[in-house]
């Protein structure tokens, strides 16, 4: 109890971000039973090496000053809690946690901790019977192996066969209905650019509830005109929904005859974007740089699950990347035989899995000798190669969550500050822009933070990054993984939620629209702020 006490009094500590009480309580549970398994083990260590023990009353008076020792120690951590997460919120601008939180914290603890337990002993159950039963026929060693390996097989067989079929069937129906769900307030687009109007042959119904926010949202030639006055154009939107066709070739065929159908080739700018598991895209991404090319511009994305990020990302990985890979294969097939001085500037688009998979898409050495113009690639996870690979060698000096890579000429990094001007340093002939905040769970989550301290948390830290966050082996793994479950709770531009005026400064830099002058940022990202404070909700 002692170990376990000291890693739930340690996961109280704050992380990335802030948390509710109900997944403080299930961080610190899993903490408190990680560390009473460490505790048992060592105590079986103890006992295999047969080393002396307390006995009698001196082993009595030694649970009761354990005892009072973590009774304190649960008591100081839990009270001091609430100050630690209040100071995330007041790095986001964020109210202060409620009063009643150490209580409730607790409670949920407690609760997991028994849960866990329950399951431990239910496995030390089993193997002693295997064991038991096992000992009359083989030596009593023997038996004990395995015991221990019918005991995993048996158990991890119900986790695998049971548990986890049932979640993600649950999962699987439960975002099947939410993706088929028509909003009454969606209504299908008259306008012949947008798939799923009457010109279209796509069924508005099969573009998925994500598809149909997409297409159904962004800004109108009138919005335009009434920003920039003449000179606008309608953008263009192409959206595939996962039941518009059968299989990956089909879909992306359909998104390419849409893109002829429409037009897009004629515009000035084309995006490709990869949505992410649900197959949500991100406004904030393309209302803005619609708005930046004065509505000259088709973007085009296929949806290739309806799941959460996370389980798409577990349990149908190859579905992203392969979906990724055949669209730009024919977008980028029919873009390279147009003429150079006729055919629109080509970038890719991804957030979170979306960049992941955006950047599985495509070989360099395919692309090459004919390469695109560019990427934004937001949020990006800790699997992304290109990510993994800048951020590993980056230029020295420079912090692991704002690196500079080989002087910013191909790959450039940003965050709420635009970090992308640099002066005398010309971009190559294709552009990479990662837009990361570095209290982003999902970009800085790393296994090896599990017995290691990641580089992330050296002096400088990231402004958004409480000073009071320290290392602690498996429990700040525990608070990562978590943190990435808890986002949902932070405001616009912390986190992994990213703010229309942060994307603004990285397709500037990016895609560098005709006539756009500092003063035409400054009005853009005032307009955009204006329709958050106005939206329902954040």
């Known amino acids: 109890m002692i170990v376990g006490t000291l890693l739930f009094a340690l996961s109280l500590t704050p992380s990335l971000l802030p948390r509710s009480a109900s997944m403080q309580g299930l961080v610190s549970g899993l903490s408190l039973a990680a560390g009473y398994g460490l505790g048992v083990l060592a105590d079986a260590l103890w006992r295999y090496l047969e080393l002396p023990r307390p006995k009698g009353r001196g082993r009595r008076l030694a649970r009761i000053a354990a005892g009072s020792a973590c009774a304190a120690t649960a008591a100081i951590f839990l009270w001091k809690a609430s100050d630690w997460q209040n100071s995330i919120r007041a790095l986001m601008l964020m109210p202060e946690a409620e009063g009643t939180r150490p209580l409730t914290v607790a409670l949920i603890a407690a609760a997991v901790f028994a849960a866990v337990l329950l399951v431990a002993r239910l496995f030390k159950l089993t193997y002693r019977a295997v064991a038991k039963s096992l000992a009359r026929y083989v030596p009593r060693r023997v038996s004990y192996l395995v015991a221990i390996v019918a005991a995993a097989a048996l158990f991890w067989s119900m986790i695998d066969g049971v548990l986890f079929r049932a979640v993600l069937h649950a999962a699987d129906n439960s975002f099947r209905q939410l993706d088929a769900l028509i909003e009454p307030d969606v209504e299908p687009p008259a306008d012949p650019l947008r798939s799923g109007s009457p010109a279209s042959p796509l069924d508005w119904q099969d573009l998925g509830r994500q598809g149909r926010a997409f297409i159904s949202s962004g800004p109108t030639r009138e919005d335009l005109r009434a920003f920039f006055g003449d000179d606008v154009s309608t953008p263009i939107r192409v959206y595939v929904g996962l039941n518009s066709a059968e299989t ?15 037009g897009a080739f004629d515009r000035s700018v084309l995006v490709i974007v990869t949505p992410t598991g649900t197959g949500w895209v991100d406004p904030a991404a393309i209302d803005t740089v619609e708005y930046l090319h004065r509505g000259d511009i088709a973007s085009v994305a296929v949806q290739y699950s309806y799941l959460e990020s996370a389980l798409a990302l577990l349990f149908e990985p ?208 005032a307009h955009f702020a204006a329709k958050r404070r106005s939206a329902p909700h954040d």
């Open 318 to 525: 190859e579905q992203g990347e392969e979906t990724a890979e055949r669209l730009f294969e024919k977008v980028y097939g029919h873009w390279s035989k147009l003429p150079r001085d006729r055919r629109p500037a080509l970038y890719l688009h991804g957030l979170s899995l979306g960049s992941l998979n955006s950047d599985a898409s495509f070989d360099i050495y395919d692309v090459v000798g004919d390469v695109f113009q560019g990427a934004l690639w937001s949020g990006p996870p800790y699997g992304h190669a290109t990510w993994r690979s800048a951020t590993k060698r980056r230029d020295t000096g420079s912090p692991a969550w704002l690196p500079r890579f080989r002087g910013g000429t191909v790959i450039r990094f940003t965050n709420q500050r635009n970090h992308l001007e640099m002066p005398g340093v010309p971009w190559g002939p294709i552009r990479i822009v990662f837009l990361q905040y570095a209290s982003d769970p999902i970009t800085f989550f790393e296994p090896a933070m599990l017995y290691r301290a990641p580089e992330w948390l050296d002096p400088p830290r990231g402004p958004d990054v409480t000073p009071a966050l320290r290392w602690i082996p498996i429990v700040t793994t525990l608070q990562v993984v978590a943190d990435m479950r808890a986002g949902d709770i932070t405001p616009i531009g912390y986190g992994h939620k990213f703010a229309p005026e942060h994307y603004i400064d990285a397709w500037i830099a990016l895609t560098e629209p005709p006539a756009w002058t500092s003063a035409d940022t400054d009005r853009l990202k």
């Open 248 to 262: 990956v070739e089909e879909r992306t065929r359909l998104a390419f005859e849409e893109l002829v159908r429409t």
